[in-house]
């Protein structure tokens, strides 16, 4: 079965969600903290503190986010457990922050929760979407 024209655009576009979030995660890894904390005390306070463990978590997030993007785009099957492991390290990784940072109490709650909610729905877009194709046999 042929992929029809909007399966090869949605692809793409996760594709390019999930290289944008690999570059995110590279500036903010190796950003300068003491430049941050002159115009964002509380953030360069919160990425100082976050321990090597939800980095991994973070950059796993990431990289299988791109991974199960570049894997729909090549049909496989991959796809689904690679955006499925992308959406539970999502999960993780703001769980984390929101329980174990004072995050809300720095930003505030729109500014703390409305970029985390979008990568939440999209990570859960990206897993079903895959699995869907994958039960249309669209990808193998």
Do not use: C, E, H
Request: charged content about 10%.
């Amino acid at each position: 079965m042929s992929a029809p024209r909007s399966f090869i655009l949605i692809a793409i576009a996760f594709l390019l969600w999930n290289l944008m979030g690999i570059a995110s995660f590279v500036m903010q890894y190796l950003m300068d903290l003491n430049a941050l904390a002159k115009t964002d005390p509380g953030g360069a306070q919160i990425f100082a503190a976050m321990p090597a463990w939800l980095w991994l978590d973070y950059g796993i997030a990431v990289l299988a986010g791109f991974g199960g993007a570049l894997f729909l785009l090549l049909r496989k099957q991959a796809a689904v457990q690679l955006f499925l492991l992308s959406l539970i390290a999502v999960v993780v990784q703001f769980g984390y922050v929101f329980a174990a940072t004072p995050i809300i109490a720095i930003k505030g709650v729109m500014v703390a929760t409305a970029f985390p909610i979008l990568i939440f729905v999209i990570a859960i877009v990206q897993w079903r979407y895959a699995s869907v194709q994958r039960a249309k046999g669209i990808i193998r």
